[in-house]
């Protein structure tokens, strides 16, 4: 595939370099002068330790949709974060297939791979993928939590290539191709989880959506009924009944 490194060197016309490697061995060149502490640290991070950051960032942004005023279709949204990522996924098995990209460290020397055994294809980056369809789902939910979702999936991208098992494009493709499942299925998902969760509501588990005194939606009461049914006088009844 044409911009996609796959040789040694790979130079690029009037013997420039390719950005794309160039990038990746700067970013990789930190991980060879930081202390052990730092790679040892980073690979925690980077392989476990921000999916496990996106299941907190979660759990808080539940407990808080849960009390806003539209709480089902803010949990429904919420839902739909960890169904995005899911589909992404799927939908990078057959872009891998197609682009057929070896990791970096298998066509280029002198990189220090952190996370040794990674032997399927690289482009595009799983994790990037998951994190950022995660973020911008749970943006669509709540946009305080989902901004820190933003930072800790850029964060994950840079990890990536600091590991050494990564190019830089194969994060930028994994975080494009999150923001585009998690944007352009999201109207579709909300049609369909907001009636399941509206009935959840409705049920023994409704404090699974919504926090036990949480407001809901506002009613306006129709005219000539007031908020407990109950008839209210018309005025122009009221002046015919003085008038008699």
């Known amino acids: 595939m044409a911009g996609l490194v796959t040789g040694d060197s790979m130079p690029m016309a009037g013997g420039e370099t390719n950005p794309d490697v160039s ?4 970013i990789n060149g930190i991980a060879r002068s930081a202390p ?27 407990w808080s949709v849960r009390r806003g005023k539209d709480a089902p279709a803010g949990v429904a949204a919420l839902l739909w974060a960890p169904l995005a990522a899911g589909i992404a996924l ?31 294809y690289s ?24 901004l820190v979702g933003i930072g800790l999936a850029v964060l994950e991208g840079f990890s990536r290539v600091y590991l050494g098992v990564h190019y ?5 493709g994994g975080l494009a191709l999150g923001t585009a499942v998690a944007l352009l299925l ?6 369909a989880l907001t009636p399941l969760t509206r009935w959840v509501a409705g049920t023994r588990a409704a404090r699974l959506v919504r926090a036990p005194g949480a407001a809901g939606p506002s009613v306006v009461p129709a005219a000539g009924v007031d908020m407990v049914g109950e008839e209210r006088e018309s005025p122009l009844r009221h002046d015919r009944d003085l008038a008699a």
């Open 36 to 62: 052990g502490w730092v790679d040892r640290t980073m690979e925690f991070v980077g392989e476990y330790g921000i999916v496990c950051g996106f299941a907190v960032l979660m759990l808080c942004a539940w």
């Open 23 to 26: 990038l990746l061995y700067d």
């Open 168 to 172: 830089p494009t194969d994060v930028v």
């Open 90 to 120: 799927l939908v990078n098995i057959p872009i891998r297939g197609f682009v057929r990209r070896p990791r970096p460290f298998l066509d280029h020397h002198g990189l220090d791979v952190l996370v040794p055994g990674k032997t399927d």
């Open 123 to 146: 482009f595009v980056s799983d994790h990037a993928t998951l994190t950022m369809a995660l973020a911008v789902g749970l943006f669509v939910a709540h946009r305080k939590y989902g």
């Open 186 to 191: 999201a109207p579709l998902a909300m049609m």
